[in-house]
């Protein structure tokens, strides 16, 4: 089964608002990663946050982490319609280098 | 920098055929990693190298898939004989830990169709 499990599968907000996505883990982790995807393109990281980390900011992400819960949330605020794109999560797991990813969210901006 | 280069972008082969496809991480990058995507099972882990090693390719379906590294800058997956259920998007992504952060980069991937 998928190591993080991400929530909403799909959302659709209007430009301007803010939209959020969680994904969920089972096991212990090093770091977990979140990733956009465009259609029928390839995966570009966003951003990284480490296990001994809370919080990060990258421009308009946010990220959290919340390890006693093995649950991430990644916020993009002031959305745009070029922010439409599939959005993953990555978990590199504790002794294994290689990343697990969720089945991530299908986002739409209307413009 | 090129980033990492995938060939060839699409393929359309016959089951039972042979398909070999070909990664060529960013240069200076030491870790290596096989990726497919379906709608069904998402993004997997196939195998992975470190230094051209295999380290892990408990992902790896079955005998009929084989990976190679000969050397840091280029890497084929292969599939032999390749069936309709192989059908995929097949990714490669190179990284470089160890320079405190793990991003992988990943390359455009190839979409492989086996009628």
Redesign the interface.
Known sequence: S?QGEEDPQALSIQEGENATMNCSYKTSI??L?W?RQNSG?????LI?IRSNEREKHSGRLRVTLDTSKKSSSLLITASRAADTASY?CAT?LTG?????????TRLQVQP | DAG?IQSPRHEVTEMGQEVTLRCKPISGHN?L?W?RQTMMR????LI?F?NNVP??DSGMPEDRFSAKMPNASFSTLKIQPSEPRDSAVY?C?SSL?GQG?????????TRLTVL
């Open positions: 998928q090093n770091n990663q990733y393109r390839g995966l570009v990281h990284l993953f590199e294994r280098r290689a990343l697990t990813f969720g089945s991530g | 990492v870790s990693f990726y998402g993004l997997e882990l992975y470190n380290i892990d990714f992504a830990p952060t793990d991003t992988q980069y990943f390359g455009p991937g």
